[in-house]
């Protein structure tokens, strides 16, 4: 249940300074900016420090609000003085030197989605899980605009929240997509209904081990309520062993009935919108509105998104597989139909088995780009394989090996940071080279 205003009111005392204190924000991401603009909102004074250097960050300082310090390329631990609050941005551990000599000195460690946990005035619907977040998260939004209860999406998928706080009422649902990161920053992750689609291993170089990773998940569940709802996937054996830790009524989505039609290609899809349903039934919807919920949802980008088709080839782009499992789901969802797959990036100590199998067998050629592109060149001989030293030589690779009928598809089952900022960057990469390939001819 949303918090009370006596809650409310003890939250703001105990994590937002007061007008004219200053508060630290580490690391100047979309999350820190709309921190800055929230403090500096308040009154309070605002020091920024980021390891980058300022030219690195010239389109997110254009963007940050008058009177906010900024400290950058390197800070050490005198950052924190004369600041009575800090501030985490998700890509910071949450256990780094800074914060825990923040905490030493008495000071609240926070972060912009914590505040928005205890500030909420509506309903969460918190979305967490390994795979499928940010489309269950989507399609939930899609199935619950078909009630009367006006719906935010936001978290971890599009905008920020923080920065639309006061435009939400009572009646709001708000759907959230939460990664491990901005769990474990939060004191208090409080939702009404709690979504966790999977567990598979990942982020273990941040979190140490499955153990620690799996923990920031459960969060999510810990602090519900008798009347709240854990939808949870009893298909995956962590799921299965973390729902005693809820006190919320416990749902397993893969059961829910009647199964909602989903246009979106593979099974994994057909459990997102499992996932969706038995949250729209938990929020009160009927049968006929989850279903024009989930009917409606076009998809979302760089998620098996659809770039287009030409001369019987199908080009898609899944640039958020950022990791083995995420790869194994989209080439499963093209299972029986010629593949050829565009996979390689960043990461390590990743568990390959299974996806290379796929590969082997669900695919005519694999173009490997990125760090891991020899490696995986390694371990796949003697299947086709092509070498490229950039995204726009890998689709030209493609474009040479595909045959009607084939799908091409950007899978990469690794994260993006050898070669772009983001997963986002890369998929639009690759959509940009596909499209100047067929302009051209």
């Not at 020091?47 to 400290?71: F, K, M």
């Not at 992750?189 to 979504?195: F, L, N, Q, T, Y």
């Not at 080009?315 to 593949?339: C, I």
């Not at 995986?376 to 950039?390: I, S």
Request: proline share 5%; charged share 20%; aromatic share 6%.
């Amino acid at each position: 249940m949303a918090p009370t205003r006596s809650e409310t009111t003890r939250f703001r005392e105990r994590a937002v300074p007061a007008a004219g204190e200053k508060a630290l924000i580490v690391g100047l991401g979309r999350s820190g900016l709309a921190l800055a603009r929230f403090l500096r909102g308040r009154g309070v004074n605002v020091r920024i420090a980021d390891l980058r250097r300022s030219e690195q960050l010239a389109d997110l300082l254009a963007r940050l609000p008058p009177g906010v310090e900024t400290v950058l390329g390197g800070y050490d631990r005198g950052v924190i003085d004369g600041c009575a609050a800090v501030y985490a941005s998700p890509g910071v551990p949450w256990d780094v030197d800074l914060l825990q000599a923040a905490r030493a000195g008495g000071l609240t460690v926070s972060s912009e989605i914590d505040l928005f946990f205890g500030l909420c005035p509506g309903s969460i619907v918190g979305v967490t899980g390994t795979n499928g977040k940010t489309t269950t998260t989507a399609l939930i939004g899609s199935v619950l605009a078909q009630g009367r209860r006006p719906v935010l999406v936001g978290g971890n998928i599009g905008d920020t929240v923080l920065d639309r706080l006061e435009e939400l009422t009572s009646e709001h649902w708000i759907v959230l997509e939460l990664s491990s990161f901005q769990l474990e920053s939060c004191n208090r992750p409080h939702a009404r209904i709690a979504v966790v689609l999977n567990v598979t291993p990942d982020h273990l170089d941040r979190h140490g081990s499955m153990e620690a990773y799996t923990a920031a998940k459960a969060r999510l569940l810990r602090f519900q309520e008798p009347e709240d709802d854990a939808i949870l996937n009893g298909l995956d054996p962590v799921c299965e062993g973390i729902a005693g830790l809820t006190r919320a009524r416990v749902t397993w989505f893969e059961r829910h009935r009647p199964v909602p039609p989903m246009h979106l290609p593979g099974r994994h899809n057909q459990l997102n919108a499992l996932a969706a349903a038995a949250v729209g039934r938990a929020a009160g919807l009927s049968d006929e509105a989850i279903e024009a919920g989930v009917r409606s949802f076009q998809g979302v980008e760089h998620r098996l998104e659809l770039v287009g088709e030409w001369r019987g080839v199908r080009w898609y782009n899944d640039s958020k597989a950022t990791n083995p499992d995420a790869g194994l789901v989209g080439l499963q969802a093209f299972e029986g139909l010629p593949v050829v797959l565009i996979a390689g990036g960043y990461g390590s100590d990743f568990e390959l088995t299974d996806w290379l199998a796929a590969v082997r067998s669900g695919t005519r050629a694999a173009v490997l780009v990125g760090a891991s592109a020899a490696e995986l060149a390694g371990r796949l001989a003697g299947h086709q394989v092509r070498l490229a030293q950039t995204l726009e030589e890998a689709v030209q690779h493609s474009h040479s090996l595909a045959r009607p009928g084939d799908v091409v598809l950007l899978s990469p089952a690794y994260k993006s940071y050898d070669m772009f900022a983001n997963y986002e960057e890369r998929g639009r990469r690759f959509k940009a080279a596909v499209r100047r390939l067929h302009d051209t001819g």
